[in-house]
């Protein structure tokens, strides 16, 4: 089936199955290797992406089915430099080996945007194989306070 997403500004136009996930579109169809393929069933977090500025798990959702813009951590930054987030991640020294980091930022992006008081609980979806969780809360924490948002 013919299909177009709109990914980080620029429509793109895809031939899929229908049970290609957005995961395996963007990767595999389009080259944008930020978002991980982990767990393969939404355990882990590694493949989160924004869909219409809400974060979700691109290995659970078929390509087919998305209609809103995607945002990958590709997506974040600008010709400006970081996303106030990413940068708040860099300060804090809140990444080892960087696998979860991409989903770690989306859902990040998405914590501080939205408010999010307790942050343990709204990133609990995104595991870290380095256990990096104390500077990946003190990065959210530093861009709450410093009012990053999207």
């Not at 355990?43 to 995607?70: D, I, N």
């Not at 990958?72 to 696998?99: I, M, N, Y």
């Amino acid at each position: 089936m013919d299909i177009s997403l709109e990914v980080n500004g620029r429509t793109e136009r895809l031939s899929v199955e229908p049970g290609v996930t957005l995961l395996d579109a963007l990767r595999e169809r389009l080259d944008i290797t930020g978002p991980k393929k982990g767990c393969d069933r939404g355990q882990c977090g590694a493949c989160t992406v924004h869909v219409g500025g809400k974060p979700v798990l691109s290995c659970l959702t078929l390509a087919a089915t998305v209609k809103q813009q995607v945002t990958t951590v590709e997506g974040l930054s600008t010709e400006d430099g970081l996303h106030p987030v990413q940068r708040a991640f860099v300060d804090a020294d809140a990444l080892q080996c960087g696998f979860c980091t991409p989903g770690q930022l989306m859902s990040a992006v998405a914590a501080v945007r939205d408010g999010v008081e307790d942050v343990r609980e709204f990133m609990s979806g995104n595991i870290c194989r380095c256990s990096a969780y104390p500077n990946i809360v003190a990065a959210i924490e530093h861009a709450r306070q410093a009012d990053a948002s999207v």
